[in-house]
Structures are given as C-alpha cells and as structure tokens.
T-cell receptor, first 110, second 116 residues
Framework: DAKTTQPPSMDCAEGRAANLPCNHS???????VYWYRQIHSQGPQYIIH???NNETNEMASLIITEDRKSSTLILPHATLRDTAVYYC???????????FGSGTRLSIRP | GAVVSQHPSRVICKSGTSVKIECRSL??????MFWYRQFPKKSLMLMAT?????????EQGVEKDKFLINHASLTLSTLTVTSAHPEDSSFYIC????????????FGPGTRLTVL
C-alpha cells in the first residue's frame, strides 16, 4: 500500500503558485519524499525529492514539515502545461521500488 | 540526461497471442528496472522488479508465467505478455534506476496494449 495521502484533485489559476499537500505520517527516519507527475498518456516525470530539508530546483520547491509527517510541493508559477496527476511517494534510496498512490489531479485554469 | 525508451509505443494483437515490450536505458546503465501497469483513470501498479542477470521479483497477484520478464543486459529489459486476453489491455510503463543513492527513477513513455 502507498504510504501517502493526497487530495484527489485541485485546481489553480494560471500564473499563480500551486501548492500540493501530502500526508505521510508513517514515514521512517531514512525514507525520502519524492514527487513525480504524469501528464496524460505519458510516463511519469521526476520533479523533486527531499529527506529533511526544504529543496528547490528549476521545476518546484518541496517543503517538508519538521516532524516529516507531511510535505507540500510548490509550483511557483503554474502554467497550462503543468496540468497533470502529481504523485507524492515515500521510499528508501538506492533503487528501492516505488509504490504509487492515487495522486492529485491538478487542473490549471487559464 | 537519462532517457528510457519503450518499443512499441502501441500494439494491437489478437486474443491468445504473445506480445513483447522492450524497455531500454539509452544513455546510462540500469542495474534495476521496474514494470508497471496502468488502467484508465487509475494509478500505476507495480508489477515486478527486474535486476540484470537475475530473476525478476513479482508483486503479489502478478502471474510470473503470464508476464515474462527478461533483463539480459544493463540497458535492456523485456516484458512478454503471454497468451494475451482483452483484460490484459492496458498501458504498460517501465522505469530504470541507476542504482545510486539518489533513487530517482527514469520512466519510459509507455506502451499501450490493446487485445482484441
């Protein structure tokens, strides 16, 4: 079973920040939080990952709470191309298998 | 980059035939590859983990004699759906891991299988 809980759907206005929450209350100390997204009929795409500290890359920012029981993916300026299903995943490093939950379907309004 | 390709991108076959899907890591060596299946409007379901040179590890409920996996080299894994039936129609996706500390998996574009 997936170890994360996400809202089934969200929407956001184009140009605004999209904040996608994820609960992972049973995360263990050496498990990472990964985010992937899947645009319709394509393979998933890696976005970002983190262990304890907040992370930022060219695609997004990841905010992890101090107790690590939840996190938020932030797309700073959402565009129509960000419409996708976003998956929050908790897993160990080193080629461990990934179990996908149901994800959040993000819709961007023009 | 780290590119994973799949071939074919879509295939239509008759019931009872076997279909082979290839997954290749184009610019890196993949110690581990994973196979997923995805039904419409559903999430990805892990079918099996494939390690180069050893037998695949199948998830519970996935028939290993039905879904044959071969990982003959560090850049190629194949999934063969044997004696396909309409209920096997699905989107099959592979991913590959470099096996480094960063567990980023690189996903292929998927193969849409339709069994008539």
């Amino acid at each position: 079973d997936a170890k994360t809980t996400q809202p089934p759907s969200m929407d956001c206005a184009e140009g605004r920040a999209a904040n996608l929450p994820c609960n992972h209350s049973t995360i263990s100390g050496n498990e990472y939080v990964y985010w992937y997204r899947q645009i319709h009929s394509q393979g998933p795409q890696y976005i970002i990952h983190g262990l304890k500290n907040n992370e930022t890359n060219e695609m997004a920012s990841l905010i992890i709470t101090e107790d690590r029981k939840s996190s938020t993916l932030i797309l700073p300026h959402a565009t129509l191309r960000d419409t996708a299903v976003y998956y929050c995943i908790v897993t160990y490093s080193s080629a461990s298998k990934i179990i996908f939950g149901s994800g959040t379907r993000l819709s961007i309004r023009p | 980059g780290a590119v994973v390709s799949q071939h074919p991108s879509r295939v239509i076959c008759k019931s009872g035939t076997s279909v082979k899907i290839e997954c290749r890591s184009l610019d890196f060596q993949a110690t581990t590859m994973f196979w997923y299946r995805q039904f419409p409007k559903k999430s990805l379901m892990l079918m099996a983990t494939s390690n180069e040179g050893s037998k695949a590890t199948y998830e519970q409920g996935v028939e290993k004699d039905k879904f044959l996996i071969n990982h003959a080299s560090l850049t190629l894994s194949t999934l063969t759906v044997t004696s396909a039936h309409p209920e096997d129609s699905s989107f099959y996706i592979c991913s590959a891991s470099k096996g480094t500390l960063n567990n980023e998996q690189f996903f292929g574009p998927g193969t849409r299988l339709t069994v008539l």
